[in-house]
Every structure is written in structure tokens, then in C-alpha cells.
């Protein structure tokens, strides 16, 4: 008889019973094994600037092939890409293989400047098996491997990809422990990401600001505080917020976002508004 097994992936290490999928939506007990569901099931590829996912400071002016998957380990109200993130992954969708999205990436090097893959647009984490062998083999082939993220994964996860990833883009939520149980993650667990991701590869940190929600001018400070204190050259994104999904609240006016942003340059130099 085939026994519950817990998924080690991130915080919430969901307990499933045989044919039980965890909180993600693409991790699944079949049969007593742990199977990423999702694993080569897009959700999109399209060959974007850097600067979208966003990055500044990283390759400014590269176009890079991006992929998206299905699921997400969080529940924000506000997710930009809820059509994605809060779905199971598309068995009806063809499934792809790590060597095809390889000879995409280098057919668009070739035609289109491509500079190699984005793992973006939903939480990629929880196809992190699927990132790590298609990483494995953009790397051999010259080109560079770019993370975008929530960070909510555990040590074991972080081993095995940190060495491929060439850059990483963080979405930290919020800067409260509160702010994270209320979204779903963990607030400690999206730190020490940042902290160990800032050890092996460029990194740049995102705040979506949303009114009412981590838009507290002692809290943008704090924040400012920290990341200057892994790496006083650490890059910023402060993004303004629309309503998306389940929030309906107004958008961030442009005004408290500049403010937001005057604040945290008391420690950081590089900071950008995003959607202004």
C-alpha cells in the first residue's frame, strides 16, 4: 500500500496522501513518490527585454527567451498572473522537454540576439526539477540562466539550482511577518533566499507597492536597511499596484510611490519605479 509522503519543497511541506496534489497545484503523491506534475507543461514562452522581468543591472538591452509554468506556493489577492499561478497544470497543453526549450533558446541567439532563459511569469520554484535540468543545459551551451521569484523554497532546493542561476530576480512581499501569513509564505524563508542568492549570482529585489497592504514608510525603510546590509549595491524595484484578481482597491498613487522611493535611497543607490 503506498504511503503519505511530504514534500520538502518550501515551508509549507504539504503532507499528501497517494493521489493527493500539494498547496503548489504541480507537486502530486502517485503512488508513494513525489512527481512535480507540472514538469514540462508551459504556460508561455515568449522572447522578452531583460528590463521586463524587470532587471537594470543585468545585461541592460538583452532580449532572453522566457517560460512560464503552472501553480504558485503563495495566494496573493493582487497576483498579476492569477490565470497561471492559481491553476493546476494544462495535461491538455503539449508537453516540452528541457533539450526543446534548449534549441528554442539558441534558434533565438542565432535570429534574435537571445542571450539564453528566463524562468518567470508564474512561481517556477515548483518546477524547480524541470529549471534545474533545463539550467543544466542552457549553461553548457554559453548562455545565461535567470530566475524570477518568490523565494520561498527550502536549502536542498537552493543547492542544487543556485549554481546554474546567472541572476535572480526576488519578489519580496512585504517587510512583516504578518504581511507574509496573511499571502501565504514565509517571511524568514524569502530573507534568507535573498541572502544566500546574493552569494553566488546577481541579484535584484521587487516590491509590488500595495496601498494599505506594505506600503508603510517604516516599513520601506527597513527593507532599504537590510538589503544595504547584504550588499549596499543591491538593486531595488518599487512597482506600482492595479488592480488585479481578487483586489480591487485603487492603484498606488504615483506620489507615495516617489515618496517610497526617496525613503529608501537613504541606503540604496539603485532604485526604479516599475508601472509609473
Not at 524595484?237 to 537613504?266: D, G, N, V, W
Request: overall charge positive.
Amino acid at each position: 500500500m503506498s504511503a503519505a509522503i511530504t514534500c520538502r519543497l518550501c515551508p509549507h511541506h504539504c503532507r499528501l496522501n497517494p493521489g493527493q496534489t500539494g498547496f503548489c497545484r504541480a507537486r502530486r503523491n502517485e503512488k508513494g513518490h513525489l512527481v512535480p506534475s507540472g514538469y514540462g507543461y508551459l504556460s508561455a514562452m515568449a522572447l522578452d527585454p531583460i528590463e521586463k522581468k524587470p532587471f537594470r543591472r543585468f545585461m541592460p538591452g538583452s532580449r532572453i527567451l522566457s517560460i512560464g509554468f503552472y501553480g504558485c506556493n503563495m495566494r496573493c489577492a493582487f497576483c498579476q498572473n492569477a490565470s497561471i499561478s492559481q491553476t493546476a497544470p494544462q495535461k491538455k497543453d503539449k508537453r516540452i522537454s528541457p533539450r526543446e526549450i534548449l534549441a528554442a533558446a539558441a534558434d533565438a541567439r542565432e535570429n534574435s540576439g537571445n542571450i539564453g532563459v528566463a524562468y518567470t511569469y508564474s512561481e517556477p520554484l515548483v518546477n524547480y526539477e524541470f529549471v534545474r535540468d533545463t539550467a543544466g543545459l542552457i549553461r553548457n551551451a554559453g548562455m545565461v540562466n535567470v530566475l524570477v521569484t518568490n523565494g520561498q523554497c527550502t536549502d536542498a532546493v537552493l543547492d542544487e539550482l543556485l549554481p546554474l542561476i546567472d541572476a535572480v530576480n526576488v519578489d519580496l512581499k512585504g517587510f512583516r511577518p504578518e504581511i507574509y501569513q496573511k499571502l501565504g509564505g514565509d517571511f524568514e524563508t524569502a530573507r534568507h533566499f535573498i541572502r544566500r542568492a546574493a552569494e553566488r549570482c546577481h541579484v535584484e529585489v521587487t516590491t509590488l507597492i500595495v496601498p494599505g497592504l506594505n506600503d508603510a514608510s517604516e516599513d520601506i525603510e527597513e527593507e532599504a536597511r537590510w538589503l544595504a546590509g547584504i550588499d549596499p549595491d543591491l538593486t531595488l524595484h518599487l512597482t506600482r499596484y492595479f488592480p488585479m484578481y481578487q483586489m480591487t482597491k485603487a492603484p498606488t498613487a504615483i506620489a507615495s510611490l516617489k515618496q517610497l522611493k526617496a525613503i529608501a535611497e537613504k541606503h540604496l543607490e539603485h532604485i526604479y519605479l516599475g508601472n509609473v
